[in-house]
């Protein structure tokens, strides 16, 4: 029977699989934060130009007024 080295250097496949199944994780965390950073950013961003085609028209209208 061959004896077992313990002295080798290396990672176990399940280390290597804990570490792979962390960084899915957290791949996933981030990608849903910034999902939901990118709606924000969209709705403000419509916000925004709500509020400009108010201000344009209110300009218009003043112009030809006078």
């Known amino acids: 029977m061959?004896?077992?080295n313990k002295n080798k250097s290396g990672f176990?496949?399940?280390e290597?699989?804990?570490v792979i199944a962390i960084i899915i994780i957290l791949a996933v965390i981030v990608f849903?934060?910034?999902a939901d950073y990118m709606n924000k950013a969209k709705s403000a961003t419509?916000?925004?130009e709500e509020h400009q085609s108010?201000?344009?028209t209110?300009?218009?209208a003043i112009s030809?007024?006078?």
């Open 2 to 4: 061959k004896k077992i």
């Open 12 to 14: 176990t496949l399940i």
């Open 16 to 18: 290597m699989v804990l």
């Open 58 to 60: 209110v300009t218009s």
């Open 32 to 34: 849903f934060n910034v």
């Open 64 to 66: 030809s007024a006078l």
């Open 46 to 48: 419509s916000k925004i």
């Open 54 to 56: 108010a201000v344009n």
